[in-house]
């Protein structure tokens, strides 16, 4: 690997040359290209040999998103030189993530194995460095036998990144696993420090003395060279607002054993500033630094970013509360993307800026971990995150894959519990005992598969006290009326459950992104039976037409806009009357909700209300609506609107904020083309943290022409503060 590495080598061995005029620590970048080789015969000694003819790859990658569409494993290769080392130094590999098993060999010496996709790990190099040095790592992310487990009894940790109906091919076809999420997907660096390594900073809120007397509990994972004292400080500083620092400063002694140990301090941080959600305040950030000390000077240093804040969960469905105060989730289901390496801090603001701009304040990471990037801009944003382990339906049911499980899930809960954004720790999606849908579809599915495996999960994340853990997310929580079953309406009744996790519909992008996904000679099947050859490269990107045209009913029309606007308007009327109604029943019993999906994950066709290529639909601009925390909710009372018959809707008025509205003005109108069929206002008080009912309208359509129903709420200055909208559409008189 002579010419691959050129641009690696200068990079690691400029900045390594620089690095020896100064002690440790410092941390070099190994990202560039590095070279590979297919890994799926396993007598290949990909460790060692001339590497001269391997393939190019980009590190950090997924192989699919860096050109190579592979299953199995795949041999990394690079190199770099070091000058001489300080005495006492210690040098640790750092991988920020590999999908999904590693083996990692150094200077011919196999020195570590991982599995995990999301998590990261060190490998201490320290006695095998050289002045030249081959790195070697052997990555795999199986394909998993259809005939065999996959997918009711799943291997594998990786949740909707292995097995989703969002995914290439969908969930149940042969092709579910296309577009292997596997390589080194996150960023890989070298890392020196001198006698002792910190290995990673664990940061919690401590609320033992009161909202108003915060500290912090900060755990130290750490190895060192030899026994000896040394001078722990933990320095707390504003990240994104100015004001006073905090230090603390303790003596310790370090064990010299290499397997990792721990110290522990509490940082008393009286009157700092909490983080606030979105909507509720700002979302105060410290930067926390932890320095290890001795006569010589920093042996090491390490630093991570966090936010005080108290969540909690109050009985009965009373809500959950920030700070010691009442907040409401407006959320929405998100997977960024099925390949982690292709996204970024920018592509992560982008879009939690367009899901603040819906006037959402919350999102559920569905079935996995995301990149760092997106907690650090959630964090900095104040969107709130319901974070879910990564698994997805069916596993493994043995002892052994639940332990495995539980180590994972305290590997997340560790590494990335800083993140104040992360409110909800959420656990197994749809287990299979929870989840009687499977045995229609899996012969050998039994009520009892998977508890083990999820209530050993759920104690695990239960280990952290700082955030709420919902044990796992049932199927009673999904309310897909409308397009699994029922009809759409039938989201007014009374809601079962506290927490919505899902609800919504598909819908079609916009032409000129639908014609990136489907070929032109595919894009008009000759009928709307499923069955139609056509269908097949649709239901490949995704598209359900057994539930679009026979359950949603949804008529395709002449030509390919009409189709699109059909769909778009059935999603959006969808999930702006499902969220409507759950709002309405704030804390009767709803706390919280989530729409499904917020974007489309690659080019394909689902229940996003933004499309892979970032275009909102019309669902977006509905949610918009239905989700402003000032709402004038219209309830449709009368479901089946007649021409020439009487029928009758509500108002409400909703607030999500802890400020009142006094002497507001709620005014309506409700007209029929160009005839006015109902016009007024009401003087209302609008108590903070409310939802109230307020009138009661009835009207007759005149005709089967569309009805427009608008309602808006003004402040005491006669200022719009908030309107809605919604169409009704009365049949012909019987």
């Known amino acids: ?76 290769r690079t190199e770099f030189s070091l000058p001489p080392l300080p005495e006492e130094t210690m040098t640790t590999l750092v991988f920020d993530g590999v999908d ?84 080194i997907w996150a960023p890989v660096r070298l890392h020196l420090s001198r006698g002792a390594t910190i290995d990673n900073l664990i940061l919690r809120p401590d609320w033992s003395q009161g909202l108003d007397h915060p500290q912090l509990k900060v755990d130290l994972p750490y190895r060192a060279l030899k026994a000896g004292s040394a001078t722990l400080k933990v320095r707390a500083t504003p990240d994104n607002f100015s ?24 940082l008393p941080m009286p009157d700092a500033k909490l983080w606030w959600a979105t909507g509720y305040g700002k979302p ?98 104040g969107m709130m995150i319901w974070q879910d382990v990564p698994l997805q339906w069916g596993y493994n049911d043995s002892q052994e894959f639940a332990e495995n499980a539980a180590r994972q899930t305290r590997q997340m809960v560790e590494q990335f519990g800083n993140s104040p954004a992360i409110v909800v720790w959420g656990g197994q999606n749809e287990p299979p005992f929870n989840s009687p849908w499977m045995e229609k579809r899996f012969p050998d599915w039994h009520k009892d598969l998977n508890r083990h495996l999820t209530q050993k999960v759920a104690e695990t994340l239960a280990e952290d006290r700082s955030r709420i853990v919902h044990p796992f997310s049932s199927v009673e929580e999904h309310y897909w009326q409308g397009w699994y079953f029922g009809v759409p309406t039938d989201v007014l009744q009374p ?33 709307t039976a499923p069955g139609d050859a056509k269908w097949t490269r649709w239901k490949y990107h995704n598209f359900q037409p ?70 909102p639909k019309a669902g977006y601009y509905a949610l918009q609506r239905a989700y402003q925390p000032l709402l004038p909710s219209i309830e449709p009372v009368t479901l089946q609107w007649q021409a020439g018959k009487p029928g009758q809707i509500r108002l409400w008025t909703i607030n999500d904020s802890w400020e009142a509205l006094k002497g507001a003005t709620l005014s309506w109108s409700v007209s029929q083309q160009r005839e006015t069929l109902n016009k007024g206002s009401r003087t209302v008080d609008i108590a903070a943290d409310s939802g109230s009912k307020q009138v009661d309208l009835s009207f007759t359509p005149r005709t089967t022409a569309p009805i427009k129903v608008t309602a808006k709420i003004s402040d005491a200055q006669g200022r719009v503060k908030a309107e809605n909208v919604i169409e009704l559409r009365p049949a012909a008189a019987p």
């Open 284 to 381: 105060h950030l410290y930067r926390i630094t932890a320095t290890l000390s001795d006569e010589q000077g920093i042996m090491d240093r390490q630093s991570s970013r966090t936010g005080l804040r108290k969540v909690e969960e109050q009985p009965e469905n009373r809500g959950w509360l920030l700070n010691g105060k009442r907040i409401y989730l407006r959320g929405t289901n998100y997977i960024g993307s099925p390949w982690l390496g292709t996204m970024n801090d920018k592509k992560y603001r982008r879009d939690l800026n367009m899901v603040q701009q819906m006037n959402g304040n919350a999102i559920r990471v569905h079935g996995h971990v995301a990149g760092r990037a997106l907690y650090r801009q959630a964090d900095e944003l």
């Open 546 to 615: 057994i539930q679009t045209f026979q359950f949603a009913k949804i008529a395709r029309g002449d030509n390919m806009a009409t189709f699109i606007a059909n769909t778009q308007r059935y999603q959006a009327e969808l999930v702006a009357m499902a969220a409507e109604s759950y709002r309405r029943q704030r804390f009767q019993p709803v706390t919280a909700l989530f729409q499904f999906m917020f974007v489309e994950t690659w080019p394909s066709i689902n229940w996003g209300v933004v499309d892979y290529l970032r275009q």
């Open 495 to 527: 809601a079962k459950t506290g927490i919505i996790t899902e609800f919504g519909a598909q819908a079609l992008p916009k032409l000129s992104t639908l014609k990136t996904i489907i070929p032109a000679k595919d894009r008009w099947p000759a009928s």
């Open 100 to 183: 999904y098993f590693a083996d990692v060999w150094f200077n011919r010496q196999r020195l570590a194995q991982h599995e995990g996709y999301f998590q990261r790990f060190s490998v201490d190099i320290s006695d095998n460095v050289t002045k030249y040095n081959r790195l070697a790592v052997r990555v795999d992310s199986p394909f998993e036998d259809p005939n065999k487990n996959w997918p009711l009894r799943k291997n594998l940790m990786k949740g909707v990144l292995n097995q989703h109906d969002s995914r290439p091919g969908g969930a149940w076809s042969p092709q579910g696993q296309d577009a292997n999420s596997g390589g």
């Open 1 to 76: 690997m002579k010419v691959c590495c050129i641009a690696v080598l200068c990079t690691v061995c400029c900045s390594a040359q620089a690095a020896s005029a100064v002690a440790p620590p410092i941390s070099l970048s190994l990202a560039g290209e590095w070279r590979a080789h297919d890994a799926n015969d396993n007598d290949f000694p990909g460790w060692r040999g001339s590497d001269s003819d391997w393939r190019k790859l980009r590190v950090p990658a997924n192989w699919y998103s860096a050109g190579w569409d592979h299953q199995g494993a795949l041999w990394y």
């Open 243 to 266: 004001g006073e620092p905090y230090e603390k400063s303790v003596t310790v002694t370090l064990s010299p054993e290499k397997e990792t140990k721990s110290l522990s301090l509490t």
